[in-house]
């Protein structure tokens, strides 16, 4: 066999070196990570150890692809239209938005938009702590017109993560209530923790409220609510730190599990 040539691409957030024939079919990849070259024929072997021997970094494992795991399967077969992993931070605003802008001058900010910054702040955050094992997904729609605004899956457990704009402003928390500036107390805290259960029994596992703070906040509480976390966004990174709970296959199923929007729809 010659022509072969190598092909750089990522997948799941993963660098792989794809080796391909002159028409554009794949014989084998090389996931650098992972430190294994997977051929699709054996014939080929020797073609394309050659063709891979300035990209190899260390010793390699070459071989047939290894069997997907369920997760894995799980994802192969999920329509595009019901999987949420591709969801932005703030999807369900960005689309609201985009459908009614609003009028082009108001007296005040777009609540909104001040909305849609929280969620975009929490979640740069979050994707952040992929690196050490962490998967989140964004945007996960409930029955009743409901969502957790992010589901955080990790060795630490999953959170149901509420971002909430506070730049600038007091914060007052007592027990499950929450008063913003001069704004009434409202039980927002309750409503978190009510989804957190919801996708606890979506999920078949414990998941934990948290209610991030987007922006530098004067935080003041009063009386601790019971279950919650409350972070400001510089503090969400402390959540990579959690472990024991999960092992990277439970992660990946959980994932699998989240990410098909019919999981979401019996709750």
Known sequence: ?????VVPAFRHHRERLYVCRPDGGNVA????????????????RDEVLAVLKPFLTGPVTVGPPPVPTPAELARLTLHPDDDLAPNRPGEALLVAIDRDPGPSRRLRPDPRRRALAAEETVGKVLDGLEGAGWLTLHSVPLPGGARIHHLLIGPGGVFAVHALY??????????????????EAEPL????????DRASYAL???VRPVLALAGRARLTVTAEPRGVRILQDPELGTLAGLGGVLKP?????LHAMARDRNTWGRV
Do not use: F, H, I, Q
Not at 166 to 183: D, M, Q, S, Y
Not at 189 to 196: C, H, I, K, T
């Open 166 to 183: 506070a730049r600038k402003t007091r914060v007052l928390v007592a027990g499950l209530t929450v008063t913003l500036g001069r704004r």
């Open 189 to 196: 805290l309750r409503g978190l923790r009510a989804d957190a």
């Open 29 to 44: 990849w090389y996931d650098r990570e992972a430190g294994r070259v997977n051929l699709l024929g054996e014939d080929s």
């Open 1 to 5: 066999m010659s022509g072969l040539r």
């Open 249 to 253: 296959a439970d992660v990946e199923a």
């Open 204 to 206: 078949t596992a414990e």
